[in-house]
T-cell receptor, first 110, second 117 residues
Framework: GENVEQHPSTLSVQEGDSAVIKCTYS??????FPWYKQELGKRPQLIID?????GEKKDQRIAVTLNKTAKHFSLHITETQPEDSAVYFC?????????FGRGTSLIVHP | GAGVSQSPRYKVAKRGQDVALRCDPI?????LFWYQQALGQGPEFLTY????????KSGLPSDRFFAERPEGSVSTLKIQRTQQEDSAVYLC???????????????FGPGTRLLVL
């Protein structure tokens, strides 16, 4: 089955800095890669996703890049703000079951 | 519109007790997933429905876990004879379709936090 590794497990940045979270996957058949933000005690919410026919996607301060050859994808957050503090999960999906990474706790210090 | 809802939000059960967790997906969503999320971990797949058909239950940890979606909308996850290791947050998610560039986004419910004593 699919295996998703996510790093780092914790990321601490100053407000205004950039944050990068990286994930690797094992199944070359995976073709859909969503990223979720989960605030403490809240539900995971999709923040951005990318399909395997695209190398990069941006949405305001958030971008995701995908390297199919190397089987890794990354989340980039620029100009971080304290409200970006949360746990971020990557996922990789082939047919219909997404496999999630273990999460990255992002802390943005004001 | 209304999002995915789950009930109860919190459940404390004594070991050996049966519990039932409810999920109300977004109206019209064909696909419904159940996940188990342990503390500090990502969601782990339990089972998947397309309408009323349970197409995959490979993630259910034991035969004490049972899920149903009899009319293709509301789903119930039942855990029989609960054990301490069942303590986790149980998340439900629904999507308009299973896969494809339109409608595959999964919308999660708030989860049910189950504590087995």
């Amino acid at each position: 089955g699919e295996n998703v590794e996510q790093h780092p497990s914790t990321l601490s940045v100053q407000e205004g800095d950039s944050a990068v979270i990286k994930c690797t996957y094992s199944d070359s058949a995976s073709n859909y890669f969503p990223w979720y933000k989960q605030e403490l005690g809240k539900r995971p919410q999709l923040i951005i996703d990318i399909r395997s026919n695209v190398g990069e996607k941006k949405d305001q301060r958030i971008a995701v890049t995908l390297n199919k050859t190397a089987k890794h994808f990354s989340l980039h957050i620029t100009e971080t703000q304290p409200e970006d503090s949360a746990v971020y999960f990557c996922a990789a999906r082939g047919s219909y079951i997404p496999t999630f990474g273990r999460g990255t706790s992002l802390i943005v210090h004001p | 519109g209304a999002g995915v809802s789950q009930s109860p939000r919190y459940k404390v059960a004594k070991r050996g007790q049966d519990v039932a967790l409810r999920c109300d997906p977004i109206s019209g969503h064909v696909s419904l997933f159940w996940y188990q999320q342990a503390l500090g971990q990502g969601p782990e797949f339990l089972t998947y429905f397309q309408n009323e058909a349970q197409l995959d239950k490979s993630g259910l940890p034991s035969d004490r876990f049972f899920a149903e979606r009899p009319e293709g909308s509301v789903s119930t996850l039942k855990i029989q004879r609960t054990q301490q290791e069942d303590s986790a947050v149980y998340l439900c998610a629904s999507s308009l379709v299973t896969s494809g560039p339109r409608g595959e986004t999964q919308y999660f419910g708030p989860g049910t936090r189950l504590l087995v004593l």
